[in-house]
Every structure is written in structure tokens, then in C-alpha cells.
């Protein structure tokens, strides 16, 4: 006890200095800011911003963070708010109806704002003021994992763009917890433990979220770190204070983390009288990995850790930079023992411990763990927010997955505690059209108007972020409306795909493309369904089928997808478009197409013949592109074709359907020829599946979102910021680690293997769709099947997938520890030369008849 008070006490007196600052002279000045980063010059003159102590409004249900918008006079567009939260959400009230544009993750068109601010201001555009209130005082953002896949490399630039994001999406109640382990080092280093002790307890830099749930502990790939290790979580403790210092300046109650209970096994030593336990073996992680210490919550020394760590961070961050602590006990973890009344007493002792430190201490915890209901019963589940209660502790719950399997129902409201309504959507980061929009449009409001009256909150929780925005943006988009009012999902696609094309440019087809795919994709029910994982990123093998959580067998119908598809590309037919028809665009897959038609010499059955048809003969039109007179067509400059969001659209459309529908179609064919032990199908099958992965790479490398090359790209600059603290260089097998070997393997290994081995229980978990990795690693590996199939059958022997994984792991342990940019054709982004829709469109003249005809034999 004594070291840490004399510790604590050199400490505080080192960092004082570097509290965060008090907020400029005018308070709405971060959002004249805000105005001048996003907006043409002239919005920043039109544009006034006032806050009030309170905005008068009739609503008795939509009360918090209220603003008014009017024009004055002068024609100056006037934001008045109760919070700079009322500002930042009535800015982007006014961007959406009144200007027609949204910022979003894919990029905004505030290029093309008109130059005079429009000055009408109600959703009809008729009336001239408006006023609206949130149903909620809270919108929060994220979950602890993130951190992990999507904002690990972002650099303070990419972090400004995102608090502007969150600014205008009315968000009030981020998750800030960058930085996290420099507090949590200090803390060990102030009770006595040796930097080697505390780092060989942390997890590398894209692993970090698991470590502090207690999940894994320790390094693999690079096991010598501590120097590039500990050089990381430093640069994130300078991000992290520019971070909350521009939270704070916008008014914002950030997250912080608090002390988790988990502990480097080295202190467990130290504390021989005290009473730890080893949580369980998380993920099939190896034993060294995991099996983290925690000391129990009842102990003293939990509350001794949790009043120092957030003491620490005071010191570090400033006096009043949250009240609100995330404290995460058992996710993915269960408890010591399901007594009730141990339950009880520890969320007591929690309380208690929260309060000592910071006596508003709010105690914030995702909803999460709950979802283990075998363990968490009604009574064990109620005896552990009783504590809390009997405790006089003031907590608020997410309630993570209220999209799929909802807590609250079954806990009543949590008791009574306040509790957020979440949209988890994601995981792992993963791309696929995905999500419930019947149920995001009615169950908040169902949770609002629950007699516990407890819902406090809003927010989206997905594990990485672009994809599915208009669910995302949506979810903010109804803590403003009226819980009674019932709201057409169509209506509300039909505005946000206009503010992402342009009104204008926005055609029928395709809202009739969109409303297809939100009856089909985002309509998608059950417990824990998530998206549909494609077999592209999983290890290839010869049944592929999967049900259940993330199932690569389609739970939607793929037909209706199909043909939204063929109208995305349509509604993109030009002039200019008509007159390229023929001139097909001579690509790497149509060089396979040409040499799996010169080995298969035989009659190809129907699949083979239409996907080879364009590839081969380019003067055959299909008939489904077969069109009326060029005059009748549109100019491309009547139509969205530059549109970032357009272009992502058209990418994630394309995706889907190559990928969920044809892809396994192709891979049934494959295991087929191999079946009837007939070398030419396998041969044929295996060239059309590298075209199609080939076709897939190249419509990917067109957008910076599905690029390898800007993951590994943050990963590389932030390694330029790091510094390796003195005499800490890592030398693994005779060669000098830096920061940038460390990164990227940190970078290319989540995504991969996400752990130690090729054949870990998390590998190809967190894969991704983009180009760079698809041409790289999983071409590769498909490649290697097919061919592997060719040589199995030939020779007449069973198949032996586990010689294949072996063959596999070799190669893809290689492509751990590579170098971006290396080889021909790496590079950091989109090639300015390769246009979105042009390499769609001959996408779809290639493919899509073929994709037509598998997707309604399926539904049939
Ligand atoms: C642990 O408890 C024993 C018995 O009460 C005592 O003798 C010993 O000093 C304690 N050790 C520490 C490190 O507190
Ligand atoms: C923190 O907030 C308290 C209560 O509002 C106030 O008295 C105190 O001066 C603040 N401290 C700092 C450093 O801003
Ligand atoms: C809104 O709906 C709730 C629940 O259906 C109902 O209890 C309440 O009276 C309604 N309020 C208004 C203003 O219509
Ligand atoms: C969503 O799917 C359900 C069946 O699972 C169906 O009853 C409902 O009409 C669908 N909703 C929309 C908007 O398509
Ligand atoms: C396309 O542009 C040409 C000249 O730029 C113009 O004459 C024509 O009217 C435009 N067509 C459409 C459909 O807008
Ligand atoms: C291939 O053969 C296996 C084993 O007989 C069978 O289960 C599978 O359905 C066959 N697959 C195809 C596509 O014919
Ligand atoms: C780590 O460094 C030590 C020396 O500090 C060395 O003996 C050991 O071989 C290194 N480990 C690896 C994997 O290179």
C-alpha cells in the first residue's frame, strides 16, 4: 500500500502538466471548427451556432439535447441547442434535409453542395423552423473489440474525422479506450513489477481489446517485443489525449476504461494472502496464451487497483473528463462460482471500489456476458444487478446485441438500471450486407415505452465499422424521432440513398435495386445470425456448407438479390457505357477464362458454357444487357457514377453476389469433376473460380475501403510515430524488429490466422473482403486447391485435407511476416486509372447471366 501512495504521488507531479485543457472562450467554437473542416467556405459564414440554456419545445417524450433551426434576416441558417450534442445533431439535421448530403465512412459529396446554403429548413422544405429533442440523454459508440478491428491504426487525423462523424450523428457517450495499457503499465510498474513482467503479460497492438476482457495474454509472431511493444502503447497514450481533449471540447461523457481485474501472472506472487482465480481457456487459445489471472472483486486489493487506475487516469487525462468507467467482468468468461449471493456481494464490492475512486462514478458494462444464459439465469442474473442496487450504484448496461438477442426483454428492463438499445451488426469486421431493419425501426421505441422506463440510450456496437451505414446512421437518425410515430423503412432508405448519389443523379432503378436488397439482406431474423461468410475467405475444403452463427448457405433469398444487382448495374448504362459494349475490358481472368477453354476440349455443361461465353467471344451480347437506341440513355454526368457511396454500393452489391451466390455453385461443380474423377470439369472449375476471384480483386482495388493496402498502410504510418523506449530493441531470429515489421504482422495476423497457428479456432474469423489480401492469400490458396484436387484424383487416392492444411500453413505463415508492396501491383490504394463502374458493368456482362440462373434455381 505504502509504494503505491509514494509511486502515485512522483506520478501525479510529472503529469499534471498534461491534463487535458479547459474548453476555449466561445463554447460553440469546436463546431464553427467542425463547419470549416467539412464545408465549403461559404457555409462557414451562413451558418450560426448558439448555445441555450434550454430550447421550449411541446414534446413531452423527445426532451434531451434539443435544437431549434431557423434563418434570421440576413439568411443566415441559425443552430440554436440546449448542448453542444443539440449543435452538432441539428447540423446535421439541416445537411440532411435542407442540403441533401451525409457524411459518411465511403465519403460525401459536400463537394457538390450547392454554393448558397439553402435556407429552407423543415423536412418538407416548406416551413422555416423546426424543433426536435432526443428520446434518450445518451447515443454511445462502439464496443470494447473495435478498438481491435477497425481504429487500431488510425492516425489523429482519421480519429478527428470520426469524432466529426460522431459529432453530427448526435453522439454523446463514446467508448474511449486508446491509450488503455499505458495506465494499466503504470499501475503495475508502481506496484513494484518489472516492464518485462507487465509486457510479456500484453497482447500485441491488434489484439489489444482481448487482453484487457481477459481473454489471451502474451505475444506470438514476434515474441521479443518489448521495446516495439511498449513504444505503441506510449504513441497511443499521445493519441488518446488528443482524443479526449477533443471529446470534451464537444461536450462529450467519453467512456473510460476502469480496472479490469485481470493481471499479469508476476503480481499474483506479490499478493500470496489474496484470492485470484484463472479464467477459462478462451477460443481454444494455446495455454500460454491464455487461462488470464484475475483477482476477485470481493478482495481488497480490487478496490485498492480500481481506485488507483482511475486515479492515474485523472492525473494523465484531467480532474472531470468522465464519470462513466466501463468495466467489462466476465465477457466471454464465467464467474468463480454461480452462487447467487457471491454474485451479490461482488458487484457490491465493484460498486463500492467505482465509488471510492470517483464518489459519480457511473459503472458501464455491455450486456454481453448475459448472452451465456445456461449460467446466467433469471435468479443469478437478477442477484447480480441487485448488488449493484443494494450498493446505491449507479450503472448503465448495453445491452450489445438488442438487434439479435435482446437482454432486456427477459431481465425486465435490467431491473430497473439504465440500459442502452444496440445494434451490434458486425463482427469481426467482416464485409456483408446484413442486418434487421423491421426490427432496428420498432424495438428501441418498444424499449423506450417499457414500464421500467429505464432505456437510456442509443447506440451502435458493431465490432468493425463500413458496412451497412444506412442501418448505422439510421439508429442515431431515431433518437430524434417520435417514439409513437411508425416509420417507413422505405421512405428512410429512399432519403439516405438520395443524400448518397444526389437527389438528382438518384434513380428509380435504383431505389428499386435498394428496396429489394432491404427486404431480402436486411431482413434477416434469428439469434445470432450475422452476415453470410463466403467461402472466398475460408480454407477451402470439399464440403463447405455451414449453418448457424455467420453460415456461409444463404438465409436469404439470392434470387431477389440477383436481379437488385442487375438493376444496380443498369441504372448505370450510358452513352458512353453502350458504345464501350463489345469492346470488353481485357482483364487477368478472361486470360484464364480463354486457357480453361483450351484444356477443356469437351461439351461443357450449361454453368460452364454461359461463364465462358463473354470471356472467349467478344463480339456475343448477352441478352439480358440487349437495350434500346444510346439516345434513349443518360449522360454519365447525370448519374452517380463518381459518387463515393455509389461506388462502394455498386462494390458491395457486385461482392455479395459474386461471392455468396456463384462462388459455392463453382465449388460444388469443382468437387463434382473431382467426384467422377473427371480432370477436365476439375480443371475448368478451378480456372472459373480464379476468374472469379481474380474479377472480385480487381472491383475491390477500386475503392479505398476494400483495400488491403490502406490496413497495412495506417498500420506502416503509425509505425512512424512510434519511439522505442532506450536499450528496448527486439531482435527475434537474429534480425532487429522495428516498428514496422511489428505492425504489419500485427496487421496481417488478425486478419489471418488471428493467433499462434494456421489452424487456431479464431483463423479467417476476422477475414476481409479486399483486394490485395484476396489476390494474395486466398487466390493462392484456392489455387493450390483446385490443383491439389487435380493431382488427388488423377493419382486415385482420398482426399487428405489435412496434408492440404499443412501445405497451406506453410504458405500462409510466409504471408504473415510479409512486406506490402513488395511484389508487382501492390499498392497502398485504388489505382485512379481502374473506374468502379466500367469494371462492374463488364463484371456483370461476364457473370451475371450465370448468376441469375444459380440464384433462382436455389429459390426454387
Ligand atoms: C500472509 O498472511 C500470513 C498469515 O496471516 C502472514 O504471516 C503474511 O505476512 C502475509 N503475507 C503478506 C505478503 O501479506
Ligand atoms: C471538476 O469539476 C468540479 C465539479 O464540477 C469542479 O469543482 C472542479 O473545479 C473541476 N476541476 C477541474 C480541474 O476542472
Ligand atoms: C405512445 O405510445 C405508448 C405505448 O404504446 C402509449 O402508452 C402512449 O400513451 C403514447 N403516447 C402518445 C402521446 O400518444
Ligand atoms: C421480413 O421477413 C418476414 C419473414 O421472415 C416477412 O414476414 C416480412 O414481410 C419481411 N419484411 C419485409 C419488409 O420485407
Ligand atoms: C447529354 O448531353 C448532350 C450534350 O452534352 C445533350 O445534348 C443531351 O441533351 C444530354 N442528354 C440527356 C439525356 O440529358
Ligand atoms: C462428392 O462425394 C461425397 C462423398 O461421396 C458426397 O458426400 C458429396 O455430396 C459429393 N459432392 C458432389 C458435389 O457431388
Ligand atoms: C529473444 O531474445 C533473446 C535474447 O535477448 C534470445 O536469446 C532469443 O533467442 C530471442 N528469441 C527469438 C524468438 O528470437
Redesign the pocket.
Known amino acids: 500500500m505504502l509504494i503505491i501512495t509514494i509511486a502515485i504521488g512522483l506520478c501525479s507531479a510529472l503529469t499534471l502538466t498534461q491534463a487535458v485543457p479547459a474548453v476555449g472562450p466561445r463554447p460553440e467554437q469546436p463546431l464553427y471548427d467542425l463547419v470549416q473542416r467539412l464545408l465549403p467556405a461559404k457555409y462557414q459564414k451562413e451558418i450560426q451556432f448558439s448555445l441555450k440554456d434550454a430550447i421550449p419545445t411541446t414534446s413531452t417524450t423527445n426532451v434531451h439535447d434539443v435544437y431549434r433551426i431557423t434563418t434570421s434576416k440576413n439568411s443566415k441558417i441559425v443552430i440554436e441547442g440546449d448542448s453542444l450534442s443539440a449543435l452538432g445533431a441539428g447540423l446535421n439535421y439541416y445537411l440532411r434535409n435542407s442540403c441533401q448530403v451525409e457524411m459518411s465512412w465511403s465519403g460525401d459529396r459536400f463537394n457538390e453542395l450547392p454554393s448558397n446554403p439553402p435556407t429552407a429548413i423543415s423536412e418538407a422544405n416548406t416551413g422555416s423552423e423546426i424543433i426536435q429533442g432526443s428520446i434518450v440523454p445518451w447515443r454511445y459508440y462502439m464496443n470494447v473489440v473495435t478498438a481491435g478491428y477497425s481504429t487500431v491504426f488510425w492516425d489523429w487525423q482519421r480519429w478527428e474525422r470520426e469524432i466529426d462523424w460522431m459529432v453530427l450523428n448526435g453522439i454523446n457517450m463514446p467508448l474511449a479506450l486508446t491509450g488503455q495499457e499505458y495506465i494499466t503499465r503504470q499501475l503495475y510498474l508502481n506496484l513494484g513489477l518489472s516492464l518485462e513482467e507487465i509486457s510479456s503479460y500484453f497482447v500485441g497492438a491488434a489484439f489489444q481489446p482481448w487482453n484487457r476482457m481477459g481473454n489471451i495474454q502474451g505475444s506470438w509472431g514476434f515474441k521479443n517485443d518489448t521495446g516495439v511493444k511498449n513504444g505503441f502503447i506510449d504513441s497511443q497514450f499521445e493519441l488518446q489525449k488528443k482524443i479526449l481533449q477533443r471529446m470534451k471540447a464537444f461536450g462529450m461523457t467519453p467512456i473510460l476504461p476502469s480496472f479490469q481485474s485481470f493481471v499479469p501472472s508476476a503480481l499474483v506472487q506479490k499478493f500470496p494472502n489474496t484470492t485470484f482465480h484463472e479464467a477459462s481457456q478462451w477460443s481454444g487459445m494455446p495455454l500460454e496464451n491464455t487461462m488470464v489471472h484475475y483477482v476477485d472483486p470481493q478482495e481488497p486489493l480490487f478496490a485498492t487497483l480500481a481506485e488507483e487506475f482511475i486515479k492515474l487516469q485523472k492525473q494523465y487525462y484531467g480532474e472531470n473528463v468522465t464519470d462513466h468507467y466501463i468495466l467489462d467482468l466476465y465477457n466471454e468468461l464465467l464467474p468463480a462460482s454461480s452462487e447467487p449471493e457471491y454474485l451479490k456481494s461482488t458487484t457490491k464490492a465493484v460498486v463500492h471500489a467505482l465509488r471510492n475512486a470517483d464518489k459519480n462514478a457511473v459503472w458501464v458494462m455491455q450486456g454481453w456476458f448475459l448472452t451465456a444464459t445456461q449460467f446466467w439465469t433469471p435468479p443469478v442474473t437478477k442477484s447480480f444487478f441487485d448488488g449493484i442496487r443494494e450498493a446505491e450504484g449507479k450503472a448503465f448496461i448495453i445491452d450489445l446485441y438488442s438487434d439479435g438477442m435482446p437482454q432486456w426483454k427477459h431481465t425486465d428492463g435490467f431491473y430497473g438500471m439504465d440500459w442502452g438499445w444496440s445494434m451490434i451488426n458486425n463482427f469481426a469486421g467482416g464485409q456483408g450486407i446484413f442486418g434487421v431493419l423491421p426490427t432496428v425501426l420498432t424495438e428501441p421505441f418498444a424499449g423506450y415505452h417499457h414500464p421500467a422506463k429505464s432505456m437510456k440510450g442509443m447506440g451502435v456496437t458493431p465490432d468493425g465499422i463500413n458496412t451497412n451505414e444506412f442501418l448505422y446512421h439510421l439508429i442515431y437518425d431515431l433518437a430524434w424521432k417520435n417514439p409513437n410515430e411508425s416509420l417507413s423503412g422505405k421512405l428512410l432508405l429512399d432519403q439516405f440513398i438520395q443524400r448518397r448519389y444526389g437527389a438528382k443523379k438518384t434513380t428509380p432503378l435504383m431505389l428499386e435495386a435498394w428496396d429489394q436488397i432491404s427486404k431480402t439482406l436486411w431482413n434477416i431474423t434469428g439469434e445470432l445470425t450475422g452476415k453470410v461468410k463466403s467461402y472466398l475467405d475460408i480454407n477451402p475444403k ?2 463447405m456448407e455451414a449453418f448457424g452463427f455467420e453460415p456461409t448457405v444463404p438465409m436469404y433469398d439470392t434470387a431477389v438479390v440477383a436481379d437488385a444487382w442487375k438493376k444496380l448495374i443498369k441504372s448505370t448504362e450510358t452513352k458512353e457505357s453502350n458504345s464501350r459494349l463489345g469492346h470488353r475490358l481485357v482483364s487477368e481472368s478472361a486470360v484464364t477464362f480463354t486457357k480453361a477453354k483450351e484444356f477443356a476440349q469437351e461439351e461443357f455443361d450449361v454453368l460452364a458454357r454461359e461463364a465462358l461465353s463473354f470471356a472467349t467471344d467478344s463480339s456475343k451480347t448477352d441478352v439480358s444487357q440487349q437495350r434500346h437506341s444510346s439516345n434513349d440513355l443518360p449522360n454519365a454526368s447525370d448519374l452517380p457514377l463518381k459518387a463515393p457511396g455509389f461506388r462502394f454500393d455498386v462494390i458491395d452489391v457486385t461482392r455479395e453476389v459474386l461471392l455468396i451466390t456463384v462462388l459455392p455453385a463453382l465449388h ?1 461443380e469443382l ?2 469433376g ?2 467422377d474423377t473427371n480432370a477436365a470439369q476439375i480443371v475448368l472449375y478451378g480456372s472459373l473460380i480464379e476468374a472469379l476471384i481474380l474479377d472480385t480483386d480487381k472491383l475491390l482495388s477500386t475503392h479505398s475501403q476494400f483495400h488491403l493496402g490502406k490496413w497495412l498502410g495506417n498500420a506502416n504510418a503509425i509505425a512512424k510515430t512510434i519511439k522505442i523506449p532506450n536499450g528496448k530493441q527486439d531482435f527475434n531470429n537474429g534480425q532487429l524488429t522495428t516498428p514496422a515489421n511489428y505492425l504489419e504482422f500485427q496487421a496481417r495476423n488478425q486478419i489471418t490466422w488471428w493467433g499462434p497457428a494456421s489452424q487456431g479456432s479464431l483463423a479467417d474469423y476476422a477475414s476481409k473482403q479486399w483486394a490485395g489480401l484476396v489476390k494474395t492469400y486466398y487466390l493462392p490458396r484456392w489455387q493450390h486447391f483446385s490443383k491439389s484436387l487435380l493431382k488427388t484424383a488423377i493419382s486415385g487416392q482420398a482426399w487428405n485435407q489435412d496434408k492440404f492444411n499443412v501445405e497451406i500453413a506453410a504458405f500462409e505463415g510466409k504471408w504473415q511476416y510479409g512486406t506490402w508492396g513488395q511484389r508487382k501491383g501492390e499498392t497502398w490504394g485504388p489505382s485512379p486509372k481502374d473506374d468502379t463502374v466500367e469494371i462492374a458493368q463488364d463484371i456483370f456482362r461476364r457473370w451475371g447471366k450465370l448468376a441469375i440462373r444459380i440464384s433462382q434455381s436455389k429459390s426454387t
Open positions: 470439399l464440403n460444388k468437387v463434382k473431382f467426384n
